[in-house]
Nanobody, 121 residues
Framework: QVQLVESGGGLVQPGGSLRLSCVAS????????MGWYRQAPGKQRELVAR???????NYADSVKGRFIISRDSHKNTVYLQMNSLKPEDTAVYYC???????????????WGQGTQVTVSS
């Protein structure tokens, strides 16, 4: 019912920048919030940043001051601007959407396929 398509991952040197994009598409839904999570090999998936439909944001402590999450509500798109990247930022980054389906009071979570971000010299 809802699909998330991510783009923007790749290889970047330490101190560099990347911008990730995620577009949500489908029928009969509205978005409560969108966010980015990441998972490194052998580690748990963790929240990186999240933004609500009202524009409220929250960030992991490890990325505060370096990453910025933003959205385009009309296009159902969320962005993650990543600056001053460090090797420890290397992970697969996943887009998440918290959505409501029409005529259904329950909230559902959808996930993108993930995009690889590698920070290395």
């Amino acid at each position: 019912q809802v699909q998330l398509v991510e783009s923007g991952g790749g290889l970047v040197q330490p101190g560099g920048s990347l911008r990730l994009s995620c577009v949500a598409s489908g029928n009969r839904f509205s978005i409560n919030a969108m966010g980015w999570y990441r998972q490194a090999p052998g580690k748990q998936r963790e929240l990186v940043a999240r933004i609500t439909s009202g524009g409220n944001t929250n960030y992991a402590d490890s990325v505060k001051g370096r990453f910025i999450i933003s959205r385009d509500s009309h296009k159902n798109t969320v962005y993650l601007q990543m600056n001053s990247l460090k090797p420890e930022d290397t992970a697969v980054y996943y887009c998440n959407a918290e959505v409501l389906r029409y005529s259904d009071p329950r909230e559902y979570a959808y996930w993108g396929q993930g995009t690889q971000v590698t920070v290395s010299s």
